[in-house]
């Protein structure tokens, strides 16, 4: 078992190799892409990858905690402890590590022209800022469950995004429409029932007494945990809400369009 006392080490290690692992992915898939726009290929086919390892890792863990998405006493069954298995700290400094790259190559992408740029920053820090509170605090299978939620949407997001690029328009069609739901339902609808309400309407706290019978609720989730994690996630909530608008928004014109086009990408430099 490790300590989160452990973890700063962890992700000074994993930070680094994560940057060089895009660095070598996307050089090397840029060399093999034939397209119009290589970069943006080679981007899309890396993050294919990446949220593909997180969500097998994920699942991994959800089953091997017995833990679904829909229990409340699963979010908070692990509140509060002190040590963890390697795999858990390596999927949740994993992720934390995954958010904090991405962050800093956010910069230097082609996806720094898109309108949503600043939505994402404010994205990526909440997100960094979120895992590390629940590891933190001890809330494991909170983490995994909320990040689950997200990272499966992704990978048809790039799938769709890397086969369109590479001429593939109509498996490109079906899996966007794939992306539509799996963005759409975990993150509109299951994320706020299970994940967000909770905090604010006391469910959680009822959800907790029952757990840990005569154990201070501040003890288990300090005031400062709460606003960063249910303050943070209903930020990151309003986001997914104006995602979704402008997924069905790419998705209704890419029926009545016969091809689907991504509206952020509307500025000068998007190509």
Not at 28 to 46: D, H, R, V, W, Y
Request: aromatic letters at 16%; charged letters at 15%.
């Amino acid at each position: 078992m490790l300590q989160v006392s452990d973890s700063g080490k962890l992700v000074c290690v994993l930070v680094p190799l994560h940057i060089v692992f895009r660095l070598v992915f996307q050089t090397i898939a840029q060399k093999l892409i034939k397209g119009k726009n290589p970069k943006k290929t080679s981007e899309s086919m890396f993050f294919c990858v990446q949220y593909c390892i997180l969500s097998v890792l994920g699942t991994k863990l959800l089953q091997q905690e017995n833990t679904w998405w829909f229990h409340y006493t699963d979010l908070y069954r692990e509140a509060n402890v002190d040590s963890f298995t390697p795999l858990h700290a390596f999927y949740m400094m994993g992720e934390l590590s995954v958010y904090i790259s991405a962050f800093i190559f956010m910069f230097f992408e082609t996806r720094k022209s898109y309108a949503d740029f600043y939505m994402n920053i404010i994205h990526h820090v909440i997100t960094i800022s979120i895992i590390w509170s629940t590891y933190s605090a001890g809330y494991y299978n909170y983490c995994v469950i909320v990040a689950q939620m997200h990272d499966i949407s992704d990978i048809f997001l790039e799938f769709s995004k890397t086969v369109h690029a590479l001429g593939f328009a109509q498996t490109s069609k079906v899996t966007f429409a794939v992306f539509a739901v799996t963005f759409i339902v975990p993150r509109v609808f299951v994320l706020p029932t299970y994940c967000i309400i909770p905090f604010w309407n006391g469910f959680m706290n009822k959800t907790l007494t029952e757990m840990f019978p005569g154990v201070d609720l501040l003890e288990l989730f300090s005031r400062k945990d709460r606003l960063v994690i249910a303050g943070g996630l209903s930020v990151i909530y309003v986001l997914n809400c104006i995602w979704a608008v402008a997924i069905l928004k790419m998705a209704i014109g890419m029926f009545k369009k016969k091809e689907w086009i991504d509206i952020r990408e509307k500025t000068k430099n998007s190509e």
